[in-house]
Nanobody, 122 residues
């Protein structure tokens, strides 16, 4: 019943910027933690950034100071602002959201977007 729809991926030059968004839709009472992951060619999936419902954030060391995660709870949307991008940022980026089954349930379901390609190249 829940879908995550991503947008904003594409091609950008080194040093450039890109902004990703991911909107959750469906039967949603609330959203707990949200996150962005990425998988580069030939590499394992890695966690890029997380944000709690209250807005606390964490970042991978490789993107700290360059990327910024944020969310709009009213819109059920999470964003990833990527600045000073490097070729090693090239990857498929996935958004993730942990959503309770009901307004009172503590059982979470882990939802994923389909992924969006981000390519950093001259």
């Amino acid at each position: 019943q829940v879908q995550l729809v991503e947008s904003g991926g594409g091609l950008v030059q080194p040093g450039g910027s890109l902004r990703l968004s991911c909107a959750a839709s469906g039967t949603i009472f609330s959203i707990n933690d949200m996150a962005w992951y990425r998988r580069a060619p030939g590499k394992q999936r890695e966690l890029v950034a997380t944000i709690t419902r209250g807005g606390n954030t964490n970042y991978a060391d490789s993107v700290k100071g360059r990327f910024s995660i944020s969310r709009d709870n009213a819109k059920n949307t999470v964003y990833l602002q990527m600045n000073t991008m490097k070729p090693e940022d090239t990857a498929v980026y996935y958004c993730n959201a942990q959503i309770p089954l009901s307004s009172t349930s503590r059982v979470m379901r882990n939802y994923w977007g389909q992924g969006t390609q981000v390519t950093v190249s001259p």
